[in-house]
């Protein structure tokens, strides 16, 4: 399974963005997804996933801001992360997890939120 994560940048605070992740490969053993994020100097931690079914789950500081969302038939996932703050500026990574219980990471991509 290949992992390619798209849609960070600079963004005002207050602003939004749209993270998607394209999987490609085998596909058909994807159960799980989700997106973690690593500030400058702290932890990996995870933001948000969503089964295949489409349960969700968030981290505390982005629940009623961010949403996880999921294509199937695209094989994609997406985040829509709304009223952003300087806090949530951190590399995003795109993450699987397979029927097996294999992982999968993406490259990562930079989300920086600043005036």
């Known amino acids: 399974v290949q992992l390619q994560a798209s849609g960070g940048g600079l963004v005002q605070p207050g602003g939004s963005l749209r993270l998607s992740c394209a999987a490609s490969?085998?596909?058909?053993?994807?159960?799980?997804m989700a997106w973690y994020r690593q500030a400058p100097g702290k932890q990996l931690e995870l933001v948000s996933s969503?089964?295949?079914?489409?349960?969700?789950n968030y981290e505390g500081s982005v629940k009623g801001r961010f949403t996880i969302s999921r294509n199937n038939a695209e094989n994609t996932v997406y985040l829509r992360m709304n009223s952003l703050k300087p806090e949530d500026t951190a590399v995003y990574y795109c993450?699987?997890?397979?029927?097996?219980?294999?992982?999968?990471w993406g490259q990562g991509t930079q989300v920086t939120v600043s005036s």
């Open positions: 993450h699987a997890v397979t029927r097996t219980g294999l992982q999968h």
């Open positions: 969503i089964t295949r079914s489409g349960d969700t």
């Open positions: 490969g085998s596909i058909f053993a994807i159960n799980d």
